[in-house]
């Protein structure tokens, strides 16, 4: 696999650096890229046979799904550039209960794989490996919002507040509102605010009456208007 320098590919790691030691440190820290084209991803994953020393993968470019199933139900979460991930561990590590763990490619990515030596360079730079644990600490408060979103009551209303989560990391202004370009089908943001797909068609139904949302042409999708209102009747607790 090709090498690439991931301080030029991904520069917010190195934010804490100084510019001279940006120059080295940009210069030592290579790691090999791998390719990834729409579809299961599945593995062998690289890395996955020297755990104890990798630090995992670092996406630079694109969009994956990993979504976690237990019995009939799916929950996922969506994943793109910054995020550090180790997708050879199943989250079934230690569990007595069965979870099928899978992964995703929406759109052609390329990841980066921090390995031992890798590791072993960025050790000279305490400001990278915490700007990587930040990434893991960010990934995980998404998560947390997630869940909160799967517990409000209706489905028009976890799907408004999913999309302005969405529109925060992926978001462009527009003179027409706020497009996100991530090519979701119904069935995927069913399985991200924790409903059916049925339901989904429905509520994004709901809300592109309402003005607040618009499926473009290419795919991509336009929230019109502000943010949402938390005090606004949409997101009323049910009884």
């Known amino acids: 696999m090709r090498q690439v320098r991931v301080l030029e590919r991904d520069p917010d790691l190195a934010r804490g650096l100084a510019l001279d030691q940006l120059t080295v440190a940009q210069r030592h820290l290579v790691a090999p890229v791998q390719q990834i084209e729409p579809g299961e991803w599945r593995g062998p994953w690289d890395g996955a046979d020297e755990q104890s020393g990798d630090l995992g993968v670092l996406v630079l470019d694109g969009l994956l799904m990993r979504a976690q199933r237990i019995g009939t139900v799916s929950a996922a979460e969506l994943l793109g550039a910054g995020d550090v991930l180790r997708p050879w561990l199943t989250g079934q590590e230690g569990s007595s209960l069965l979870a099928e763990a899978s992964w995703q490619v929406l759109q052609p990515t390329s990841v980066a794989l921090l390995d031992r030596r890798f590791a072993t360079v960025a050790g000279r730079w305490p400001e990278i490996t915490s700007a990587l644990m930040e990434r893991s600490v960010q990934r995980a408060r998404l998560l947390a919002f ?72 290419d795919g991509s999708w336009l929230l019109r208007g502000d943010p949402p209102d938390l005090g606004e009747p949409l997101f009323a607790a049910g009884a």
């Open 146 to 217: 997630q869940m909160a979103v799967a517990s409000v009551r209706r489905i028009d209303a976890r799907l408004l507040l999913l999309f302005w989560r969405l529109a925060d990391r992926w978001g462009r202004v527009t003179s027409d509102g706020v497009v996100v370009p991530l090519r979701l089908t119904h069935g995927w943001l069913a399985s991200l605010v924790g409903a059916q797909r049925p339901s989904v068609t429905t509520a994004l139904g709901h809300l592109a009456g309402a003005g607040r949302i618009e499926r473009m042409e």
